[in-house]
């Protein structure tokens, strides 16, 4: 690992683009100075690399994640839409 | 969830009940999944739950159709989700960063390269309380617009709809609480990557 740290400028100005550049959203010019920077710097790829990783695992968390039935039940009576419920 | 879904809005605000009956069917899902991570709370969550969805219905007659329905419902789910929060005690509504606006976004600290953990670990049962204990880190501002944006997957624009705010503050509070969250879980996995770098040499 080189003895490039986050407190010198070229890191903490690039920090400002990092979500646009996961989210792919990032402007050509700023994601070639980016990129340029990732090749020199392997703290800021283990930042981007890691930083990604951490949206990803939240996306994967979510899906599996589902309403408890009785939860859905109570709900359904708390509304008065009991006559609605339909098997789960 | 989005309007792909094409509900009949003139028979919501008309008090359809058969109509509304399916809107709380396919929406309340990923409401009470937001509820949960903002509340980290199932009690708090099917509480706020209930009353997000009855002030829905006393509000779809005056539903003014600016926004989708879906980033209605979560506006109105997230200030449910805001207002439970003030009702606690001060100390755990107080996140460390409370909606710090600002454009200097802290540096990283942790640099643990987490990535290379197998898939199996990351998302294992004590992975996922980590994922969810990190969440609980962040202020509600900044847990609101990553859970509308990352997990909810609305867009910038639909999230600074929910929450009313501009589409700059979104963007820096959403590079904000992901940052937080990778400082999180770096740090939380540090000794396993180290221990890693170990059996590998």
């Known amino acids: 690992m080189d003895e490039h740290t986050h407190e010198h400028g070229h890191c903490r100005d690039l920090l400002g683009s990092l979500s646009d550049y996961v989210d792919g959203t990032l402007g050509e010019l700023l994601c070639a100075e980016l990129e340029e920077h990732l090749r020199g710097c392997s703290n800021c790829r283990v930042v981007v690399d890691t930083l990604r990783k951490t949206v990803e695992l939240y996306h994967m968390e979510a899906e599996k994640e589902a309403l408890p039935p009785t939860v859905r039940e109570r709900l359904f009576s708390k509304l008065d839409l009991e006559d609605y419920l339909k098997s789960g | ?201």
Do not use: H
């Open chain 2, 1 to 201: 969830m989005n309007d792909r879904l094409n509900f009949d809005i003139a028979a919501l605000k008309a008090g359809d009940r058969s109509e509304f009956a399916r809107l709380v069917e396919e929406t309340s899902p990923k409401i009470y999944r937001l509820l949960l991570k903002m509340l980290g709370d199932e009690a708090d969550a099917e509480d706020a739950l209930q009353d997000a969805y009855l002030k829905a219905l006393r509000s779809l007659p005056n539903f003014e159709e600016r926004s989708s329905l879906s980033t209605w419902l979560y506006r109105i789910a997230v200030n449910e989700a805001l207002m439970q929060i003030r009702k606690r005690k001060p100390q755990v509504a107080l996140g460390e960063d409370n909606g710090d606006d600002s454009e200097d976004v802290p540096a990283p600290v942790e640099l643990a390269d987490f990535c290379c953990l197998p898939e199996s670990e990351l998302m294992s049962g004590e992975g996922k309380q980590q994922l969810n204990r990190a969440v609980q880190t962040l202020s509600p501002p900044l847990r609101a617009v990553f859970l509308l944006r990352d997990v909810e997957d609305l867009s910038v624009r639909e999230t600074a709809d929910a929450l009313g705010v501009s589409e700059q503050v979104v963007k820096t509070r959403l590079l904000r609480a992901r940052l937080k969250l990778r400082d999180e879980l770096s740090a939380y996995w540090s000794e396993r990557v180290a221990a890693q770098k170990v059996e590998g040499e």
